[in-house]
Nanobody, 124 residues
Framework: VQLQASGGGLVQAGGSLRLSCAAS??????MGWFRQAPGREREFVATITWSVGSTDYADSVKGRFTISRDNAKNTVYLQMNSLKPEDTAVYYC????????????????????WGQGTLVTVSS
């Protein structure tokens, strides 16, 4: 499975961006978004299961970010609103066939496939 992330860019604080992650094959995978800022470890952002579409978010993005998926297009989205400078990072999408419980979605080690990352820069 190959994942292609896109949609990153430069935006002012308070602005919005929508990231997309297209999978190369149709799959019943749980999908997630993670991010890594310079000098920091990769951190969980959001996850969505395949069947029910249950979601979970990091506390830092709750109420501002929304994860969704279009199974017909093999694509997962991350709508990011009210962006802050601290959201600046490379955003990675990930997929896993090994779990379907949303509570497991925050752990990077649970994912088997990763996209190449897309850079989001939020200016103050």
């Amino acid at each position: 499975v190959q994942l292609q992330a896109s949609g990153g860019g430069l935006v002012q604080a308070g602005g919005s961006l929508r990231l997309s992650c297209a999978a190369s094959v149709r799959s019943r995978y749980t999908m997630g978004w993670f991010r890594q800022a310079p000098g920091r470890e990769r951190e969980f952002v959001a996850t969505i299961t395949w069947s029910v579409g249950s979601t979970d978010y990091a506390d830092s993005v709750k109420g501002r970010f929304t994860i969704s998926r279009d199974n017909a297009k093999n694509t997962v989205y991350l709508q990011m609103n009210s962006l802050k400078p601290e959201d600046t990072a490379v955003y990675y999408c990930a997929a896993s066939p090994r779990f379907s419980a949303v509570v497991d979605g925050a752990r990077a080690a649970n994912y088997d496939y990763w996209g190449q990352g897309t850079l989001v820069t939020v200016s103050s």
